[in-house]
């Protein structure tokens, strides 16, 4: 799990990173604009397709921390160890749609290569987003199965300390 961790935390620098390079390219656009009626060109579009691949960045992160909402409504009155069973049954399902949405990026950003699809103004190829959401959806999905097979880290604390967050 150290490994998948680490996988997760550098995923989550990398769209940290992503989001800073939007902010700062935004910054420059408008004040660009404001001062001297230049913009970068085609911003807008780098914009959206950072921030895509920046989100499936974060999944990792977001998972392996357990991050997600989880409505406990129906479930806060039963045993905890109903809840856990509950909780890594969740996290099999998690995993089985990473895996495909990762599938379904595969064939997408194949899809975009084969036919050269790009954006409108700068013509960015398409299948570079692809490629780079296509790790971060399989690590979520591995952290969710090994979630749903082990359990949560915390809960094997007293059992493996190595899986000590």
């Known amino acids: 799990m150290k490994l998948l961790e680490n996988l997760a935390k550098l995923c989550a620098i990398l769209a940290g990173v992503l989001l800073t390079f939007i902010t700062l390219m935004t910054c420059v ?6 001062t001297v009626g ?8 780098l914009s959206g397709v950072a921030a895509g691949a920046a989100i499936a960045l ?11 909402i989880m409505v406990d409504f129906f479930t806060a009155k039963t045993s905890e160890t109903t ?3 509950l909780e890594r049954f969740g996290a099999f399902l998690l995993a089985a749609v990473m895996a ?3 599938w379904r990026t595969v064939l997408g950003g194949l899809n975009a290569y084969s036919s050269n699809s790009g954006t409108m ?12 959401m296509v790790p971060p ?3 979520t999905a591995l952290i969710a199965l090994h979630q749903g097979v082990f359990g949560f880290a915390e809960d094997n ?3 493996n300390p190595e899986f000590a967050v």
């Open 121 to 132: 103004l700068l013509g960015f190829p398409e299948y570079v987003v692809y490629c780079a």
């Open 83 to 85: 809840q856990n069973n």
């Open 137 to 139: 959806l399989v690590l």
């Open 157 to 159: 604390v007293e059992a």
């Open 29 to 34: 656009s408008i004040v660009g604009r404001e």
């Open 58 to 68: 974060f999944m990792p992160w977001c998972q392996f921390k357990r991050g997600n």
């Open 38 to 45: 230049k913009t970068i060109s085609g911003d807008f579009e």
């Open 100 to 102: 495909l949405v990762a």
